[in-house]
């Protein structure tokens, strides 16, 4: 499986929930997939699940999904602790696992994920629901896993192993073309609009 | 048991209590502190206990309106104070000032993007730190929000203390940037330095 599949599996699934992704080739490849601006995209190592928990509290009527590469979701972990402690329902987080560090260098510096760490198993242990925690390999499981994730109280979380070629590295990833600044306010623009047309108490306070 | 799994229990996004909130009264510090951040529209709040601003934390916990997060590391309770600014929300994080020299490059992201955010965070330069183990913590709170350029104050007097959070919520919401607020335990807790 490619990320290709795994982003277009998202596309399909996804309407018009909002993303936070990690960094580096991953974001590029999801502008590329969706070329819309419902992203945040390029959110330092560690931080995507994070950020999108924080914005699943804050918007309880919204799904919202956190897109990380291995790498980050491993520099992120703890976060794993939390969002199994306030299991927000709304909350998806994907992690499409090559087991490298993709962006870096050669693109071959393996994570540890090739070295027996188990991403499902880190996030069972962690407090989550097992049966909202799933593994898959191909692309067909991955759209089951996401179409239910978007379509069942969660919270969800999928790693889906994909494969690392050279292909991807040069996959046609253009640069996207809202820096991050511009893409924040953009983001929040719209999540702040999203928010009015919800009325009072979209915000939930808990 | 050995080999034994804690059965699933279902819960709500509602659960997930912090600790107890033991009501400081209204003529304490903490109390002050709680009352300014709610009049000044907070409504978020992210922390990870610490001895010197649970209380607050405790109040801010009991309080209906408020969404409270306990955090696993204070960098990652940025992070959801980012989204939840992101949102629209009003949040506030509290945290030993140690927490702080985890938080340098997603503050720096949240500066960057112009994401609002109260920070309160215990510890500091000032007087009165009479242990040898809050070496490092005294050093690195401030020392982050300096080398980032974020909007800093000391409140080293409780008579500051409503009136700093006011000031820093307005700047907050003025500049759209993270300010810290860093609060010894003196004036919290009480005693002199």
Redesign the interface.
Known sequence: MTYQDVLEALAASRGAAPAVAGPGLLSRLLWATERAHMSLYQMELGYPTAVALGLALAMPGERVVAVEGDGSMLAGVGVLTTVARYHAPNLVVLVCDNGVYGTVGAGTMESATRHGADLAALARASGWDSGKVIAVETARETADALSRAFRDPGPWCIVARVAHTPNERAGGAGQIPLDVVEGAMAFRREMLQRRAAAGPGAGGAR | MVGERRP?VP??????PGPAATDPGEGSAAHDAYAALRSAGV??A?YLPDSVLHQVAGLLEAD????T?????E??GV???????????L?VVLMEGSGMGYCG??LA?AL????AMLILASHNRVLGERFDYHGATRIVGEGTAEGLGLPRLVVHDRAMLRTAIRGAVQTIQGQKVPVCLFIPGYVMLGGAP
Do not use: H, K, M, N
């Open positions: 699933a819960r709500s996004s509602a659960a997930a409504d978020f992210v209906p309106e408020v969404r997060v306990v955090c696993s590391r960098d990652e992070a959801l104070a980012v989204g939840a600014s992101l949102a629209g929300r949040p490059l997603i992201r960057l993007q112009r994401t």
